[in-house]
């Protein structure tokens, strides 16, 4: 005898009708459901922006609603799956239930399905309420099967998991209270410590864990996602099978028990199963990275052939690929080669290598030793057939990235993404250089020289074959042979191939001679109506737009098409220390997520909604639908293919992506020339970095408030440690190289610049450059250049460059900014002097912008004017510089220095007309220094030994734990937070703040007079004495309240008539030294205290100046 | 049908003896279990319906082990037990409802038809739609005796039945099993309220401490204290000393003195007469003196 359908069905029935009828389950479903549709209001109506990513993909719609619904619900559930366990011996209405004729497995399973029950209700009402949003308001289609599939994956293994646990932990606890705390502190340390951990595996409720639904690939793992619920779903079932075994009404049926029994134990071998085959499946990966790496390691550093030109024939096999590649190798080393050594993707075998004069091969992993019957001599070629099949291993890729990183998230806002590489499906193929997809000559990555990346200008020739239907698209130009048979004749050598092959349609465009395709999806033109009006002007605009970016760069497009083609959302790629290149940007083709989600300006009806509101509130002059329109189109150019690399960690809506990963910049650069030398591998990147110095955003004024040190200061604090050379060789940190890469690159080429003319040094790089595309040349080629025509030595420079670890460091003083009359013009002019203080050579970069950002957006560019000035040991130079413009901030860039900031702005508010001065453009050497303290006064700054800053132990245990917990290790200086100053003093830099190399203040939140800063001074002579506070005022813009307002200080100075307190108002303090007043001062100690008690919001205690009265 | 209880002990973990070789035999009918608080009744019981494992001692019910026929026994059982509140969030008639199909009334009509039927027998059938926990006391009591009763059982046990009831209440209660228990059914009644027993059982068992100290038709157990049942006739000062040396049934005043009902072998020094003992004077007889008397 076994379940009983009828009364399984009978105690459901009942556990549902008293579910729906609790008051708890009522209030928090309506509150879910409520909080879920205003929620969703904003997201899929036009009332608030939101991250496109939302309604980009449609299938984000169920799946954010289905995210939220499944922690409400986790939580409730434990609730509700506890009640009915409840072992109140009073409560003998359970017994008449228990003494009915039914089997425990009844009982358990019909409380179950009862409560299940509800929840799907639940789950239903939600989806139908995102399923209505989804199709009347979002704009975006409706994608039935991901409303099946996220409840589905999502909801059901949740919900069996937490009941089933919650059933085990009541029958074994048998208290409900403790069975709450210990469920409810489960729940809280998976979703907010264990989940985002571990690969995943102990998020239960999937909050962390990948689950976004491409429209293209569908998930992006969909075995690892069926393992991962089929885990929590087999612990649920195994719980709830426990659960009948273990429940304490005495049994009915054996059989019943005994099947239990087995089946809890075989439903919790079966998870193991699951879990072993997750966790395995990941570490694998890592095994076969760490083994590739180590082979590449012994393997890479011997010299190797080129490939010069290759014939690739590929078949798409629906799962996997077949490939005949036909090599010409070239030997460039020197010396007779023995071995041709290329890297394959080891998950593609191959079957079999040809060489012209035979030969046989060795493969290992991801490296193919071809053993050619002769050895290859110096400047000879040989041709290498080698044919592979399978598909790709993406734990093969990124050789390069730290574990801790590829396990780290990809989310857009809280929305999960895979990561995915490559994708070879039935129906689409996606394939980038760096899945070895084709042979390519060494190591693909040398763990020994990291930075050595072998670059072969190539031949290349592709052929495909794939299913009628799908279309092929690759760098060259495309020959259509058959329906699902491409050939793309190459046009120019090409360092890299990449493939993508899916139901794409094609657009194009020619502007210029260029061409330029679109690769959409079918049905993925969610676009077109917003440009209506501008069809034909289309090819200006683009043509507009590249030369735009070209003046700037000083380079031109080397392809004769440029390929925009939609990749699933989950493609990801890594930033690389070599190159700022991407894989999302390959030679002649940008790989942009599907219908543009993670790009900001591809929300295009969230643009036309801020373009009309504006045009309301009467910004800007009235546009009309056509200026509007175009106002769009050139937006998204500017923000995601040609425009400026933004440095901002911080962006809206929280999307993870660079904002450079889709810039073209890679094709005028990394794809043609490659500067390769033996020793300074690093230069490569250094000229990338440097050249794209003109599209690099420098950091805003309140970027640099708000973060704390930019990355250029830890840099600096790192050179002063470490010279170059000892950081390049220890580099783990990639955001650090690539900053120090930068920096370096750019302080040794406006050294060079400087030396010989900006407009000679960038004349002669350019042509350089010109002259050697697609080739890669030696430093000691484009070395010898600098000596031979411009008639600069830089091998000297370069030695300091490399090994030198001494820093300059800079004064700046008296700024003057005024109107002055130039022959008969107004002109604006800006005087300063500044003296390196440092027994060492330096060079800093002085920067003017015009004001007015907001509008920057639509109108383009704004003027700006940068001049570089070398100041050698202990100099001093004093600094003009007559503009056309007004600017509206000067930022004095110290580059390689003991500056911190390292960026000094300052901003002008007004510039009058001094019809005295003498127009004063250039520079010149003075001999007095920068003074900042005059002698006779006493000036204590914050980072004086004089100033103590009282310690606080206040800070909260858990904000400690918490910050210890998350490695959340503090900087001794940290950003403004106005919005949550710190509860102690916390030291921070700003341009506004007092000090010498160091501007520093402390900070902290205005409280009641029970955090201090004292100044002591020594005073060597009694007398009165003007005693100043450094007022530095923050200025953050749209705040009132208590946070925006400045407020009073509260001060306390000893002196010799008694103790005086006095108040500061900042608010009408003007910036710099404020006087508090003149007190009479013996010789000896004295101080200043500032408390943190004020009315203002948060309290700045930066310095103190004693002045003697006169 | 039948149920034999052979030697059945239960010892609860905590070392507490609640059973202690128990034997009893009932036929149909309805069966009185009569004992003070805490003599064991309610774990007799409970064993009974199966929500609580017997330590040692067997029960059959027609032949059927307890132990081992749980599904069958289970399945013509109804109970009612001592202290009986409501499901939270069901109207009268859905509990029932509830109870009628795990009873095993799968027919969606018969069930209606029996549901109804019963809810007119305990005189709930205007507050059907009432939900349960918004029942008055007697109310509640009666639905509990209502889900004890649906579904024909074989075996009805119920605890204590009538506490909480109004004597009009109480009445039409008995009334209610003495009609079922015309039928092939026994009824075990719990109770310790003489007057249950002795106005419907006609087999009964005095528990005391865990053991049967009794069994038998309740007349055996009155004609057994025929001669210990006294009326003294005491004066005012008499009254306390009356009390400290005898088991007081009743003390009734009369004429300037007191007719105190005892019960005891004599009843020397004071002046009294004989009574004709009923099943009261045999209860307070029995836990007072035992049953081989003082």
């Given at each position: 005898m076994m379940l009983s359908v009828y009364n399984i069905w009978t105690i459901a029935r009942v556990e549902t009708k008293t579910l729906l009828r609790s008051w708890f389950f009522r209030v928090l479903s309506l509150l879910a459901l409520g909080l879920l549709i205003v929620f969703n209001i904003p997201l899929y109506t036009e009332a608030a922006p939101t991250p496109w990513v939302f309604r980009g993909i449609s299938s984000a719609i169920p799946y954010v609603n289905i995210l939220f619904l499944n922690v409400v619900q986790a939580i409730v559930a434990v609730f509700l799956a506890s009640d009915f366990l409840k072992r109140d011996r009073k409560l003998d209405t359970t017994e008449v239930i228990y003494m009915r004729s039914m089997t425990n497995g009844d009982y358990v399973l019909g409380k179950t399905f009862g409560i299940m029950f509800v929840f799907l209700v639940l789950n239903l009402v939600i989806l139908t309420v995102a399923a209505i949003f989804n199709i009347f308001f979002a704009g975006v289609p409706f994608i039935f099967r991901a409303y099946l599939f996220y409840p589905l994956l999502v909801s059901v293994p949740t919900l069996v998991f937490i009941l089933g646990l919650s059933f085990l932990m009541m029958v074994l606890i048998r208290n409900q209270p403790a069975t709450f705390i210990v469920l409810l502190g489960y729940i809280a340390s998976t979703l907010f410590f264990f989940g985002p951990r571990y690969n995943h595996i102990l998020d239960y409720m999937t909050f962390h864990t990948p689950l976004m639904y491409s429209t293209i690939v569908g998930f992006g793992d969909i075995a690892g996602l069926l393992l991962h619920r089929g885990i929590y779903l087999s612990l649920g079932l195994a719980f709830i099978f426990f659960t009948i075994v273990m429940i304490r009404r005495l049994p009915q049926s054996r059989s019943i028990t005994i099947v239990s029994r087995v089946l809890a134990v075989a439903l919790i071998a079966a998870a193991a199963v699951m879990v072993h085959l997750r966790v395995s499946g990941i570490l694998r990966g890592r095994e076969l990275r760490r083994d590739m790496v180590e082979l590449a390691g012994r393997s890479g550093g011997e010299p190797g052939v080129s490939i010069e030109a290759c014939a690739l024939d590929l078949k798409h096999t629906g799962a996997g690929i077949e490939g005949t590649a036909g090599i010409t190798v070239l030997n460039r080393a020197g010396i007779p080669l023995e071995r041709y050594v290329f890297s394959l993707n080891p998950g593609l075998r191959v079957t079999g290598v040809e060489c012209g004069g035979g030969c046989g091969f060795e493969r290992e992993l991801h490296i193919l030793t071809v053993i050619p019957a002769q050895p290859l001599v110096p400047g000879g070629r040989d041709s290498v057939i080698i044919s592979y099949r399978g598909s790709i291993d993406e734990d093969a890729c990124y050789l390069d990235i730290d574990e801790e990183s590829r396990a780290g998230s990809y989310r857009a806002a809280f929305l999960n993404i895979a990561k995915r590489h490559a994708f070879i499906t039935p129906g689409f193929v996606l394939l980038t250089p760096e899945n070895m997809w084709y042979p390519s000559a060494g190591v693909h990555f040398n763990p020994g020289n990291p930075l050595h990346h072998t670059v072969d200008f190539i031949d290349f020739t592709l052929n495909v074959t794939t299913e009628e239907g799908l279309t092929a698209v690759s760098q060259g130009r495309p020959v259509r042979n058959a329906p699902g048979s491409f050939t793309f004749v190459p046009e120019r050598p090409l360092p890299c191939r990449s493939l993508a092959i899916g139901r794409y349609e094609r657009r194009t465009i020619t502007a210029d001679s260029l061409e330029y395709n679109l690769y959409l999806i079918e049905g993925h033109d969610y676009f077109s109506e917003y440009f209506t009006e501008i069809g034909d002007t289309i090819p200006s605009l683009i043509a507009e737009r590249k030369q735009d970016f070209e003046n700037k760069l000083g380079l031109h497009y080397p392809y004769p098409r440029l390929s925009l083609v939609e990749a699933p959302v989950q493609f990801y790629s890594y930033p690389r220390l070599w190159t700022a290149a991407r894989e999302t940007v390959q030679p002649g083709m940008v790989f942009l997520p599907e219908r543009g989600v993670m790009l900001h300006g591809a929300d295009f009806r969230m643009t036309r909604n801020f373009q009309k509101r504006a045009a309301k509130r009467g910004r800007g002059e009235t546009r009309t639908e056509r200026e509007q329109q175009i106002d769009l189109f050139n937006g998204f150019i500017n923000r995601t293919l040609a425009g400026n690399i933004s440095r901002r960690r911080f962006r809206p809506g929280g999307i993870n992506l660079d904002s450079s990963m889709f810039n073209l910049y890679p094709n005028y650069f990394y794809f043609v020339h490659h500067v390769a030398s033996d020793t300074l591998a690093v230069f490569n990147a250094a000229i990338e970095s440097f050249i794209s110095d003109p599209i690099v955003e420098p950091s805003s004024y309140f970027a640099q408030m708000f973060q704390g040190l930019t990355s250029e200061e830890k840099v600096n604090l790192a050179l002063a440690e470490r010279n170059f050379s000892q950081i390049l060789s220890t580099a783990d940190d990639e955001e650090m190289f690539n900053d120090i890469v930068k920096i370096k690159g750019r302080y040794l080429f406006l050294l060079v610049q400087h030396a010989v003319g900006e407009e000679a040094f960038m004349d002669h790089l350019h042509s350089f450059l010109g002259t050697n595309r697609f080739r890669t040349v030696d430093t000691g080629e484009l070395f010898s250049g600098f000596r031979r025509d411009l008639g600069f030595d830089v091998g000297p420079h370069v030695e300091r460059w490399f090994h030198g670890k001494e820093q300059a460091g800079y004064l700046l003083a008296d700024v003057n900014a005024c109107k002055v009359l130039d022959s008969d013009r107004t002109r604006f002019q800006v005087t300063f002097k500044v003296s390196n203080v440092e027994p060492v050579d330096g060079l800093i970069q002085v920067t003017f912008m015009e004001g007015g950002r907001r509008f920057r957006r639509f109108t383009g560019n704004l003027d700006e004017i940068k001049r570089t000035i070398v100041l050698g040991a202990d100099q001093t130079k004093e600094v003009g510089f007559v503009l056309d413009f007004q600017p509206r901030t000067m930022s004095v860039n110290t580059m390689i220095s003991k500056n911190l900031p390292s960026i000094l702005n300052t901003v002008f508010e007004k510039f009058e007309l001094n019809e005295k001065a003498e127009p004063f453009d250039g520079e010149r050497i003075v001999e007095v220094p920068v003074v900042l303290r005059e002698p006779n006064e006493i000036v204590v700054d914050n980072e004086d030994p004089g100033c103590e800053a009282q310690a606080d132990v206040s800070q909260s245990v858990l904000k400690r734990l918490f910050k210890r917990t998350f490695g959340e290790e503090e900087d001794k200086y940290i950003g403004i937070e106005f919005w949550s100053p710190p509860g102690t003093w916390k030291a921070s830099v700003f341009s506004e703040f007092h000090g010498d190399l160091v501007r520093s203040a402390l900070y902290t939140k205005a409280g009641k007079g029970d955090r201090k800063v004292t100044w002591n001074a020594e005073i060597e002579r009694s007398g009165y004495y003007d005693i100043y506070f450094y007022v530095s005022k923050l200025r953050r813009p749209g705040r009132r309240g208590k946070q925006g307002k400045f407020g009073h200080y509260h001060f306390i100075i000893q002196h010799d008539d008694g103790v005086d307190e006095p108040m500061l108002d900042i608010g009408n303090a003007g910036d710099g030294w404020n006087s508090l007043g003149a007190y009479y001062l013996s010789k000896g100690a004295t101080s200043v205290v500032l408390t943190?008690?004020?009315?203002?919001g948060i309290i700045i205690a930066d310095a103190v100046k004693w002045v003697p009265a006169r | 049908m039948r149920i034999a209880i052979n030697d059945l002990s239960k010892v609860y973990r905590n070392g507490n003896r609640a059973l202690q070789d128990i034997n009893i035999q009932m036929g149909n009918g309805i069966f009185g279990l009569l004992g003070p608080n805490g003599a064991g009744k309610t774990t007799l019981m409970r064993i009974l319906v199966t929500l609580l494992k017997p330590t040692s001692g067997s029960v059959t019910v027609n032949e059927l082990d307890l132990r081992k026929h749980r599904r069958e026994i289970r399945a013509m059982m109804g109970y009612l037990p001592q202290d009986f509140r409501m499901f939270a969030k069901l109207r009268t008639w859905e509990f029932l409802d509830y109870v009628a199909s795990l009873s095993g009334l799968r027919n969606a009509r018969e069930r209606t038809r029996a549901v109804d039927g019963m809810l007119e027998q305990v005189g709930l059938f205007d507050v059907r739609d009432r939900p349960a926990k918004k029942l008055s006391g007697g109310m509640k009591r009666r639905l509990g005796i209502a889900q004890a009763l649906i579904g024909d059982p074989k075996i009805v046990v119920v605890d204590e039945p009538t506490t909480g009831l109004d004597p009009g209440e109480r009445i039409r209660f008995r009334n209610l099993l003495s009609e079922m228990s015309r039928k092939e059914i026994i009824i075990v009644l719990s109770t310790h309220i003489v007057g249950d027993i002795s106005s419907t059982c006609n087999d009964m068992a005095l528990v005391h401490e865990g053991r049967v100290v009794y069994n038998g038709p309740p007349g055996r157990l009155i004609d057994k204290v025929r001669g210990h049942a006294w009326a003294i006739d005491a004066v005012d000062g008499e009254l306390e000393a009356v009390r400290e040396r005898f088991p007081v049934i009743s003390s009734i005043p009369s004429g300037g003195g007191w007719e105190v009902q005892v019960v005891a072998d004599r009843i020397d020094p004071y002046p009294g007469r004989p009574l004709e003992p009923n099943l009261e004077h045999a209860y307070v007889y029995f836990m007072e003196y035992g049953l081989n008397g003082s």
């Amino acid at each position: 005898m076994m379940l009983s359908v009828y009364n399984i069905w009978t105690i459901a029935r009942v556990e549902t009708k008293t579910l729906l009828r609790s008051w708890f389950f009522r209030v928090l479903s309506l509150l879910a459901l409520g909080l879920l549709i205003v929620f969703n209001i904003p997201l899929y109506t036009e009332a608030a922006p939101t991250p496109w990513v939302f309604r980009g993909i449609s299938s984000a719609i169920p799946y954010v609603n289905i995210l939220f619904l499944n922690v409400v619900q986790a939580i409730v559930a434990v609730f509700l799956a506890s009640d009915f366990l409840k072992r109140d011996r009073k409560l003998d209405t359970t017994e008449v239930i228990y003494m009915r004729s039914m089997t425990n497995g009844d009982y358990v399973l019909g409380k179950t399905f009862g409560i299940m029950f509800v929840f799907l209700v639940l789950n239903l009402v939600i989806l139908t309420v995102a399923a209505i949003f989804n199709i009347f308001f979002a704009g975006v289609p409706f994608i039935f099967r991901a409303y099946l599939f996220y409840p589905l994956l999502v909801s059901v293994p949740t919900l069996v998991f937490i009941l089933g646990l919650s059933f085990l932990m009541m029958v074994l606890i048998r208290n409900q209270p403790a069975t709450f705390i210990v469920l409810l502190g489960y729940i809280a340390s998976t979703l907010f410590f264990f989940g985002p951990r571990y690969n995943h595996i102990l998020d239960y409720m999937t909050f962390h864990t990948p689950l976004m639904y491409s429209t293209i690939v569908g998930f992006g793992d969909i075995a690892g996602l069926l393992l991962h619920r089929g885990i929590y779903l087999s612990l649920g079932l195994a719980f709830i099978f426990f659960t009948i075994v273990m429940i304490r009404r005495l049994p009915q049926s054996r059989s019943i028990t005994i099947v239990s029994r087995v089946l809890a134990v075989a439903l919790i071998a079966a998870a193991a199963v699951m879990v072993h085959l997750r966790v395995s499946g990941i570490l694998r990966g890592r095994e076969l990275r760490r083994d590739m790496v180590e082979l590449a390691g012994r393997s890479g550093g011997e010299p190797g052939v080129s490939i010069e030109a290759c014939a690739l024939d590929l078949k798409h096999t629906g799962a996997g690929i077949e490939g005949t590649a036909g090599i010409t190798v070239l030997n460039r080393a020197g010396i007779p080669l023995e071995r041709y050594v290329f890297s394959l993707n080891p998950g593609l075998r191959v079957t079999g290598v040809e060489c012209g004069g035979g030969c046989g091969f060795e493969r290992e992993l991801h490296i193919l030793t071809v053993i050619p019957a002769q050895p290859l001599v110096p400047g000879g070629r040989d041709s290498v057939i080698i044919s592979y099949r399978g598909s790709i291993d993406e734990d093969a890729c990124y050789l390069d990235i730290d574990e801790e990183s590829r396990a780290g998230s990809y989310r857009a806002a809280f929305l999960n993404i895979a990561k995915r590489h490559a994708f070879i499906t039935p129906g689409f193929v996606l394939l980038t250089p760096e899945n070895m997809w084709y042979p390519s000559a060494g190591v693909h990555f040398n763990p020994g020289n990291p930075l050595h990346h072998t670059v072969d200008f190539i031949d290349f020739t592709l052929n495909v074959t794939t299913e009628e239907g799908l279309t092929a698209v690759s760098q060259g130009r495309p020959v259509r042979n058959a329906p699902g048979s491409f050939t793309f004749v190459p046009e120019r050598p090409l360092p890299c191939r990449s493939l993508a092959i899916g139901r794409y349609e094609r657009r194009t465009i020619t502007a210029d001679s260029l061409e330029y395709n679109l690769y959409l999806i079918e049905g993925h033109d969610y676009f077109s109506e917003y440009f209506t009006e501008i069809g034909d002007t289309i090819p200006s605009l683009i043509a507009e737009r590249k030369q735009d970016f070209e003046n700037k760069l000083g380079l031109h497009y080397p392809y004769p098409r440029l390929s925009l083609v939609e990749a699933p959302v989950q493609f990801y790629s890594y930033p690389r220390l070599w190159t700022a290149a991407r894989e999302t940007v390959q030679p002649g083709m940008v790989f942009l997520p599907e219908r543009g989600v993670m790009l900001h300006g591809a929300d295009f009806r969230m643009t036309r909604n801020f373009q009309k509101r504006a045009a309301k509130r009467g910004r800007g002059e009235t546009r009309t639908e056509r200026e509007q329109q175009i106002d769009l189109f050139n937006g998204f150019i500017n923000r995601t293919l040609a425009g400026n690399i933004s440095r901002r960690r911080f962006r809206p809506g929280g999307i993870n992506l660079d904002s450079s990963m889709f810039n073209l910049y890679p094709n005028y650069f990394y794809f043609v020339h490659h500067v390769a030398s033996d020793t300074l591998a690093v230069f490569n990147a250094a000229i990338e970095s440097f050249i794209s110095d003109p599209i690099v955003e420098p950091s805003s004024y309140f970027a640099q408030m708000f973060q704390g040190l930019t990355s250029e200061e830890k840099v600096n604090l790192a050179l002063a440690e470490r010279n170059f050379s000892q950081i390049l060789s220890t580099a783990d940190d990639e955001e650090m190289f690539n900053d120090i890469v930068k920096i370096k690159g750019r302080y040794l080429f406006l050294l060079v610049q400087h030396a010989v003319g900006e407009e000679a040094f960038m004349d002669h790089l350019h042509s350089f450059l010109g002259t050697n595309r697609f080739r890669t040349v030696d430093t000691g080629e484009l070395f010898s250049g600098f000596r031979r025509d411009l008639g600069f030595d830089v091998g000297p420079h370069v030695e300091r460059w490399f090994h030198g670890k001494e820093q300059a460091g800079y004064l700046l003083a008296d700024v003057n900014a005024c109107k002055v009359l130039d022959s008969d013009r107004t002109r604006f002019q800006v005087t300063f002097k500044v003296s390196n203080v440092e027994p060492v050579d330096g060079l800093i970069q002085v920067t003017f912008m015009e004001g007015g950002r907001r509008f920057r957006r639509f109108t383009g560019n704004l003027d700006e004017i940068k001049r570089t000035i070398v100041l050698g040991a202990d100099q001093t130079k004093e600094v003009g510089f007559v503009l056309d413009f007004q600017p509206r901030t000067m930022s004095v860039n110290t580059m390689i220095s003991k500056n911190l900031p390292s960026i000094l702005n300052t901003v002008f508010e007004k510039f009058e007309l001094n019809e005295k001065a003498e127009p004063f453009d250039g520079e010149r050497i003075v001999e007095v220094p920068v003074v900042l303290r005059e002698p006779n006064e006493i000036v204590v700054d914050n980072e004086d030994p004089g100033c103590e800053a009282q310690a606080d132990v206040s800070q909260s245990v858990l904000k400690r734990l918490f910050k210890r917990t998350f490695g959340e290790e503090e900087d001794k200086y940290i950003g403004i937070e106005f919005w949550s100053p710190p509860g102690t003093w916390k030291a921070s830099v700003f341009s506004e703040f007092h000090g010498d190399l160091v501007r520093s203040a402390l900070y902290t939140k205005a409280g009641k007079g029970d955090r201090k800063v004292t100044w002591n001074a020594e005073i060597e002579r009694s007398g009165y004495y003007d005693i100043y506070f450094y007022v530095s005022k923050l200025r953050r813009p749209g705040r009132r309240g208590k946070q925006g307002k400045f407020g009073h200080y509260h001060f306390i100075i000893q002196h010799d008539d008694g103790v005086d307190e006095p108040m500061l108002d900042i608010g009408n303090a003007g910036d710099g030294w404020n006087s508090l007043g003149a007190y009479y001062l013996s010789k000896g100690a004295t101080s200043v205290v500032l408390t943190n008690e004020s009315d203002g919001g948060i309290i700045i205690a930066d310095a103190v100046k004693w002045v003697p009265a006169r | 049908m039948r149920i034999a209880i052979n030697d059945l002990s239960k010892v609860y973990r905590n070392g507490n003896r609640a059973l202690q070789d128990i034997n009893i035999q009932m036929g149909n009918g309805i069966f009185g279990l009569l004992g003070p608080n805490g003599a064991g009744k309610t774990t007799l019981m409970r064993i009974l319906v199966t929500l609580l494992k017997p330590t040692s001692g067997s029960v059959t019910v027609n032949e059927l082990d307890l132990r081992k026929h749980r599904r069958e026994i289970r399945a013509m059982m109804g109970y009612l037990p001592q202290d009986f509140r409501m499901f939270a969030k069901l109207r009268t008639w859905e509990f029932l409802d509830y109870v009628a199909s795990l009873s095993g009334l799968r027919n969606a009509r018969e069930r209606t038809r029996a549901v109804d039927g019963m809810l007119e027998q305990v005189g709930l059938f205007d507050v059907r739609d009432r939900p349960a926990k918004k029942l008055s006391g007697g109310m509640k009591r009666r639905l509990g005796i209502a889900q004890a009763l649906i579904g024909d059982p074989k075996i009805v046990v119920v605890d204590e039945p009538t506490t909480g009831l109004d004597p009009g209440e109480r009445i039409r209660f008995r009334n209610l099993l003495s009609e079922m228990s015309r039928k092939e059914i026994i009824i075990v009644l719990s109770t310790h309220i003489v007057g249950d027993i002795s106005s419907t059982c006609n087999d009964m068992a005095l528990v005391h401490e865990g053991r049967v100290v009794y069994n038998g038709p309740p007349g055996r157990l009155i004609d057994k204290v025929r001669g210990h049942a006294w009326a003294i006739d005491a004066v005012d000062g008499e009254l306390e000393a009356v009390r400290e040396r005898f088991p007081v049934i009743s003390s009734i005043p009369s004429g300037g003195g007191w007719e105190v009902q005892v019960v005891a072998d004599r009843i020397d020094p004071y002046p009294g007469r004989p009574l004709e003992p009923n099943l009261e004077h045999a209860y307070v007889y029995f836990m007072e003196y035992g049953l081989n008397g003082s």
